[in-house]
């Protein structure tokens, strides 16, 4: 099948803690994205890489690393959990900087 | 900034046409998205304007005036499976900034 996949789909844990969630996309986009959406719903950029390089960085704190081994994946670690990271984070990719996105199912990040 | 405006919900019923608008203030942009949420799940494109003017894809279309700042996604021959938030989000270079969604409610 070809999509954007990112695990895991739950995440249980502590305040503190650090953590990664991983997403690989086969679409052969060259563009992929971080998006933070909230208990309201509200879908919030945090990063943009295009080609492996990171073109946008929407004031996020440095506890969140995305990291890009090649076009295909964007991974996300983020250290010391705190409890306003809870959240369901998604995985995008576009074809070029420029086009429709394709989000993956997300991630349902819960901190107790 | 690039503050989108949405309404927050929309009720219609089940065959019927409903217009979601989004307004929007920027100084530059490059497309203007449409995306549908089911509760959930992720979102999924629907459509998108470059150009001023109407795009139509089957069921969904777009609008788009730059110069009033404005577009409106129509929904014809609402199903019940339409029920979803329906995201209006505005892109630039690898930038995309998400109004908060209208929550569509389709009725028998």
């Known amino acids: 099948d070809t999509a954007v996949s990112q695990t895991p789909k739950y995440l249980v844990t502590q305040m503190g803690n650090d953590k990664s969630i991983k997403c690989e996309q086969n679409l052969g986009h060259d563009t992929m994205y971080w998006y933070k959406q909230d208990s309201k719903k509200f879908l919030k950029i945090m990063f943009s890489y295009n080609n492996k390089e990171l073109i946008i960085n929407e004031t996020v704190p440095n506890r969140f690393s995305p990291k890009s081994p090649d076009k295909a994946h964007l991974n996300l670690h983020i250290n010391s959990l705190e409890l306003g990271d809870s959240a369901v984070y998604f995985c995008?990719?576009?074809?070029?900087?420029?086009?429709?996105?394709?989000f993956g199912d997300g991630t349902r990040l819960s901190i107790l | 900034g690039q503050n989108i405006d949405q309404p927050t919900e929309m009720t219609a019923t089940e065959g019927a046409i409903v217009q979601i608008n989004c307004t929007y203030q920027?100084?530059?942009?490059?497309?203007l998205f449409w995306y549908q949420q089911h509760a959930g799940e992720a979102p999924t494109f629907l459509s998108y304007n470059v150009l001023d003017g109407l795009e139509e894809k089957g069921r969904f279309s777009s609008f788009l005036s730059r110069s009033k700042g404005y577009s409106y996604l129509l929904l014809k021959e609402l199903q019940m499976k339409d029920s979803a938030s329906y995201l209006c989000?505005?892109?630039?270079?690898?930038?995309?900034?998400f109004g908060a969604g209208t929550q569509v409610v389709v009725t028998p």
């Open positions: 920027t100084s530059g942009f490059n497309g």
């Open positions: 995008a990719s576009s074809p070029d900087r420029e086009q429709p996105q394709h």
């Open positions: 989000a505005v892109g630039s270079w690898g930038k995309f900034q």
